[in-house]
């Protein structure tokens, strides 16, 4: 039987879980829902859902519903659900960045015949809307699960089953955890970034020459700050109780640094930076989502004109995809390198075979 999945928010990770979820089921008929009309129109003439549903009351007939909107508004949109008749063991399940405040919110679900599994693939993009969605975007992510006290496992297969087209890693964790562990290393560094953006544009004001000069260390730092401001003031008010001890732990950090440097203390800085150097370094390359989403190859490449569109070219004929681009290096009389982002590591490994083969010295991320 052909099984009806409805996903209320069609923006990037609505829109790519449709992909991927047709990926693994091709047979599933894909409903989707958005407040906003046109990312509804735009879902349904790029093919990422099937039917586009009037209003939510059209999760009535499903046998799985993804939330897919902002933390604030998923709230809201299990409230109304939790007014709908939906159907008998039907799977509930949302995407948001935080876990603690959604699976709370789970209690509307009580006595209606439907389970709610709170949900995190953590693998993202500073993009939003439905037309930055990519199937593959969640592959070898991890796809942190917080089942609440009622969940059986076989209901957990169920839907790790629907998901299993994202090619994500599941990971079973209590949501408080999830919480703490996504403050750190993805809430805390977005503040970071955008506080830096702000710091230099303020700069900017009086020197303009200042952005104009914003380079590559300030570009990778930063890239994260052109997500949506919604998406991530939900985020920092629905994780602000495990956030504001560690902003009070990062002043500190600040402050240890800053003391060094007045102390003119030059053993303290080098080591500073080195035990940081040391500890990411080990960070795993090729693990995909929090940590790192691009499989990188760096080639170099010597100073002479059309040497990219050379590497491009080599690729291009072998079909492997580039998601990004970068010359991190090129002056006049020395050789450049090049950054090339690939979806997936066998992507990776051909591409790096095949530059190889044209006498092109590549090398991965350390
Ligand atoms: N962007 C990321 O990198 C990323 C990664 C993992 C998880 N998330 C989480 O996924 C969720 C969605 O993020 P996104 O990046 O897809 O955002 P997005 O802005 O691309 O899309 C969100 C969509 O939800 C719609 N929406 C808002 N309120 C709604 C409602 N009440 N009913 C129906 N639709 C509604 C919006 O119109 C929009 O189209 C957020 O909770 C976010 O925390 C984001
Ligand atoms: O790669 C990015 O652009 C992201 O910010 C993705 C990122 C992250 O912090 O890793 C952002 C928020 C989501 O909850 C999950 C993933």
């Known amino acids: 039987m052909t099984k009806k999945i409805f996903i209320a928010g069609l923006g990037l990770i609505g829109g790519s879980l449709a992909l991927a979820v047709k990926a ?32 939510l009351a059209g999760a009535e007939e499903a046998d799985f519903i993804i939330i897919a909107a902002p933390v604030e508004s998923s709230l809201t949109v ?38 709610f599994i709170g949900g995190h693939p953590m693998a993202g993009s500073h993009k939003s809307g439905v037309e930055a969605s990519r199937e593959r ?15 059986t496992d076989s209901m957990l297969i169920k839907l790790q089953n629907l998901l299993r087209g994202t090619k994500a890693k599941f990971l079973r964790l209590e949501a408080a955890d999830h919480d703490r562990y ?17 710091e230099v544009e303020e700069a900017g004001k009086e020197e303009p020459l200042v952005q104009q000069l914003a380079a590559g260390g300030f570009r990778d730092i930063t890239r994260i700050a052109s997500a ?36 003119d203390d030059s053993e303290g800085i080098y080591a500073f930076f080195e035990r940081a150097k ?21 080639v170099d490449i010597p100073d002479h ?28 009389g020395i050789m450049g390198v090049l950054r090339l982002s690939f979806r997936s590591e066998s992507d990776l490994i051909y591409a790096k075979q095949v530059l190889e083969e044209h006498m092109y010295e590549t090398y991965e991320a350390p």
């Not at 109304?80 to 209690?107: M, N, Y």
């Not at 004929?317 to 090129?330: F, G, K, L, P």
Request: aromatic letters at 6%; charged letters at 20%; one cysteine or more.
């Open 228 to 263: 949506s401001p919604t998406m991530w003031r939900d985020i920092l008010v629905h994780n602000k109780e495990t956030l504001l001890p560690m902003l009070e732990s990062w002043k500190n950090r600040l402050h240890g640094i800053e003391q060094l440097l007045r102390e």
């Open 78 to 115: 299990m409230d109304e659900l939790a007014g709908l008749s939906l159907k008998e063991g039907a799977v509930i399940t949302d995407v948001g960045s935080t876990k603690q405040s959604v699976v709370e919110k789970a209690c509307v679900f009580a006595g209606s015949g439907a389970i």
């Open 24 to 55: 693994g089921h091709p047979k599933a008929e894909i409903i989707g829902f958005d407040l906003n009309e046109k990312a509804m129109k735009l879902a349904s003439s790029l093919q990422i859902i099937d039917h586009a549903a009037d209003s």
């Open 278 to 298: 040391s500890s990411r370094d080990k960070l795993p390359s090729r693990q995909k989502g929090a940590m790192l989403p691009f499989y990188d190859l760096f």
């Open 137 to 151: 975007l969640f592959e070898n992510a991890f796809y942190v699960l917080t089942p609440g006290p009622d969940v």
């Open 305 to 332: 004109p059309g040497v990219i569109s050379d590497v491009t070219g080599l690729l291009a004929v072998q079909n492997i995809s580039i998601t990004n681009i970068r010359i991190i290096e090129a002056r006049e």
């Open 182 to 198: 996504a403050g750190l290393i993805s809430h805390l560094p977005h503040i970071i970034a955008s506080a830096l953006v702000h």
